[in-house]
T-cell receptor, first 112, second 117 residues
Framework: QKEVEQDPGPLSVPEGAIVSLNCTYSNSAFQYFMWYRQYSRKGPELLMYTYSSGNKEDGRFTAQVDKSSKYISLFIRDSQPSDSATYLCAMSLIQGAQKLVFGQGTRLTINP | GAVVSQHPSWVICKSGTSVKIECRSLDFQATTMFWYRQFPKQSLMLMATSNEGSKATYEQGVEKDKFLINHASLTLSTLTVTSAHPEDSSFYIC?????????????FGDGTRLSIL
């Protein structure tokens, strides 16, 4: 069993839809949770990061962490074609200079 | 925000040559940087942790003599793929944690696409 599980998709939704991306993990010691967006042939771009359980909102993006269920989510509201990318969840025991454990990444396409 | 720059973005070379990839933190100092490898449609695989002024720490299964890492300054880490072969063709990405009053998440470079003929 992988330490972090993420459905690779692909996921295709119409423009304007609400997108829900999820990851589950097995190591209860993870404290920091990140979502990265990666466009084709580019490095991952940090979208959201949270510490421990709770919600965090930034514009059209909302990140949720449920440590009791070992489950994290990223919601994208009013999705745009420019949101089409691969979304990677990542987590670590501590923040900063610490190894990240990544999910497999979900390929998302927003159709105009 | 923290910016990490990688160079070159794409390199094509013949089998048997060595290739050096640079990773720079542009507006901050990074005592630690990370090197990843990514195959098409797959996630990032950590290769090694680069530590300024000391030896790199390699992940299990990564050949130290094949992938030489040097972190000679607080803003520069280099990855040299020695005697590269077609199976070394991949997308190589580096990252560095940002700095601030609280521990910051890692920021990634734009990657280097390596093609060995």
């Amino acid at each position: 069993q992988k330490e972090v599980e993420q459905d690779p998709g692909p996921l295709s939704v119409p423009e304007g839809a609400i997108v829900s991306l999820n990851c589950t993990y097995s190591n209860s010691a993870f404290q920091y949770f990140m979502w990265y967006r990666q466009y084709s042939r580019k490095g991952p771009e940090l979208l959201m990061y949270t510490y421990s359980s709770g919600n965090k909102e930034d514009g059209r993006f909302t990140a949720q962490v449920d440590k009791s269920s070992k489950y994290i989510s990223l919601f994208i509201r009013d999705s745009q074609p420019s949101d089409s990318a691969t979304y990677l969840c990542a987590m670590s025991l501590i923040q900063g200079a610490q190894k990240l454990v990544f999910g497999q990444g979900t390929r998302l396409t927003i159709n105009p | 925000g923290a910016v990490v720059s990688q160079h070159p973005s794409w390199v094509i070379c013949k089998s048997g040559t060595s290739v050096k990839i640079e990773c720079r933190s542009l507006d901050f100092q990074a005592t630690t940087m990370f090197w990843y490898r990514q195959f098409p449609k797959q996630s990032l695989m950590l290769m090694a942790t680069s530590n300024e002024g000391s030896k790199a720490t390699y992940e299990q299964g990564v050949e130290k003599d094949k992938f030489l890492i040097n972190h000679a300054s607080l803003t520069l880490s280099t990855l040299t793929v020695t005697s590269a072969h077609p199976e070394d063709s991949s997308f190589y990405i580096c990252s560095a944690p940002g700095v601030g009053w609280f521990n910051q998440p890692q920021h990634f470079g734009d990657g280097t696409r390596l093609s060995i003929l």
